[in-house]
């Protein structure tokens, strides 16, 4: 960081509980105002709010790296602050490295590649389903568990350990830093998590199994086989994506829908408006609200004086709420076409799950609306993520419906 004067200089925190309590309205001001600028929290970084912006950096990793560098600490480079993680793979890599771990990722998150997982997507969703509909109530969170359950399954590791994976990798971006939630994922789980990982990608070239670590493991990259340190940083990848973005996206449209019932009956008489829907919702509530890149020299960015060692956040939800590029951007229309949202990120690193995100997120949404249609949630009751930098969501969402009937036999109960 220098010391030259940074113009202009904005109060924003992004990991406040000020800009959780509102973090639409706090982006909204920015864009208002200078849309770009720099603020002193968590150790300075730059702020870009508007579309053309967050667009133009997400696109140029020349100067807006997303490799590990000193700045900033040590950590996961595309968050700010860092989190303690191992290195990710391919994420936190530039072409030409991002490209070819990249491919690989690419074989088993193509539409082609997630269409097969369709079952497995829609059993696990019934069963979790199952495991409510009977009493008619529950917490929705519960429901919206099936992310996390699905990406452990076709991983390969071990299913019974679902909900530590979830919550551990939920509590390091979502809690606040030095809470005791933090540090219990940060110290305890995450290390406990690793070493199982560690264990089965043993296993796997051991003895493999038809599961996304054996195939992983059974890769090559530069005419040689991936590292296990290689195959870690991949599948540490897909887990912290996998248990976190979809639900997050559809916590936040369930609560929506329960709001606004003349949509939620649009959506129960007309199924093929989901599709739709859904990058609408993607759009509105941005799961994934910002992610981190690092400066790799001095560039006068819009007007911004950017330094080399520069942090700066690229806000996809702001960029998908600017007034310049969508008409009423603070409204849901689920008839929105075309949709060219941010949500899954711009450039070489868009998100590579954003086939499985699509189908997990329809599945889910569809099946609650077939099979509890008139769901109401206490408003009163709800509890949000404490810390909305980076993921948003819900912690409790009660609700009540009418009961149902299971669907799978009790011994395959959730």
Not at 81 to 103: A, G, Q, S, V
Not at 112 to 123: F, I, L, W
């Amino acid at each position: 960081m220098s010391d030259e004067k940074r113009c202009p200089v904005i109060r924003f925190d992004h990991n406040s509980p000020e800009h959780s309590a509102d973090p639409v309205g706090a982006y909204r001001e920015l864009r208002k105002g200078s849309k770009r600028g720099w603020t002193e929290a968590s150790g300075g970084y730059w702020v870009l709010s508007d579309y053309d912006s967050v667009f133009e950096a997400a696109r140029d990793d020349e100067i807006f790296t997303s490799r590990r560098t000193d700045s900033g600490g040590e950590g996961l480079s595309v968050v700010i602050p860092k989190t303690p993680m191992h290195l990710h793979i391919p994420i936190e890599l530039d072409p030409p490295d991002f490209r070819k771990y990249r491919k690989i990722v690419n074989r088993i998150t193509a539409p082609a590649a997630v269409e097969k997982m369709r079952d497995m997507v829609e059993r696990h969703t019934t069963e979790f389903i199952d495991s409510v509909i009977e009493q008619g109530e529950c917490d929705l969170t519960s429901v919206i568990g099936v992310p996390s359950i699905v990406t452990i399954d076709w991983l390969g590791l071990p299913i019974e350990e679902w909900q530590r994976y979830s919550r551990a990798h939920h509590a390091v971006l979502a809690e606040p830093q030095g809470s005791p939630a933090f540090e219990q994922a940060a110290k305890v789980d995450l290390p406990y998590l690793a070493d199982q990982m560690w264990d089965v990608i043993r296993q796997r070239r051991a003895e493999p199994k038809d599961d996304i670590i054996s195939y992983l493991v059974n890769q090559e990259v530069d005419d040689r086989p991936l590292t296990d340190d290689e195959v870690f940083g991949i599948i540490d990848l897909l887990v912290a994506g996998g248990v976190g973005t979809t639900a997050s996206l559809v916590s936040q449209a369930l609560v929506w829908l329960a709001e606004h019932t003349d949509v939620r009956q649009r959506l129960i008489d007309d199924p093929s408006l989901l599709d739709r829907a859904v990058e609408e919702f993607l759009r509105f509530f941005s799961p994934t609200q910002a992610l981190a890149r690092t400066v790799t020299t001095d560039v006068d960015f819009h007007g911004c004086p950017m330094k080399a060692g520069d942090r700066v956040l690229l806000a996809w939800s702001s960029a998908n709420r600017d007034e310049s590029k969508f008409e009423n951007p603070d409204e849901i229309d689920i008839d929105r076409w075309p949709n060219r949202h941010t949500a899954f990120g711009v450039g070489v690193h868009r998100c590579a799950g954003s086939h499985l995100g699509r189908l997990m997120s329809k599945t889910l949404i569809s099946s609650v609306l077939e099979r509890m249609p008139d769901y109401t949630v206490d408003f009163d009751a709800l509890k949000r993520y404490p810390r909305q930098g980076v993921n948003m969501g819900y912690v409790s969402i009660p609700a009540r419906f009418t009961p149902g009937k299971r669907l799978l036999p009790v011994t395959e109960k959730a």
